[in-house]
């Protein structure tokens, strides 16, 4: 079932997330312990919006976001997704983007913007849910 995270799940999640994001395929060596420092920058934002998708009191999902304001008006921004790669492709992740949809509606957001590499499998996947690219953006680095 999907429910609201609570800080209890932070642990769960850092798991869950490393290994969805193996360093052979991403080539980031998160682990269990660093995933779930990262993701606690997330949890404890003030406007911090996330959900986990729980079974038998394990998380076997989890979607981070953030609702940001936009001058008179919010978006919810979504950090990060992460579904354990045995349960993928089994709708969770559906379920954790329709809570985050319901969340923006029941709030009367004005969107959900989010941002994924050109070459996962993951934007076929926002694709399918409705999201659209966004033309007027683009993605700058330093370094
Ligand atoms: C992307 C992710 C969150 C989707 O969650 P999920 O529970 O697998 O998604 P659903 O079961 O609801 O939807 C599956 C659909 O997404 C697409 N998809 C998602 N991940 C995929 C993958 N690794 N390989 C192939 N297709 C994938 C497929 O189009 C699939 O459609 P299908 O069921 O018709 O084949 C999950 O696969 C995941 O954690 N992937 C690895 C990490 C990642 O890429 N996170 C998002 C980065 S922003």
Redesign the pocket.
Known sequence: MIRTMEQRDLAQCGAVYAQ??PVEHWGIDWTAENATEYLRDFYEQKRFVGYVYEESGEVA?CLFALCKLCGSQKELWINE???LPG????????QLLDAAKAYSRENGLAGIV?Y?SRF???A??YE?NGFQLSEGTICMYFG
């Open positions: 969805a994001f999902g997704m992460a579904v349960r993928q492709g089994q709708g969770i992740g559906k989010l994924t996962a499998p993951a076929k996947f399918s």
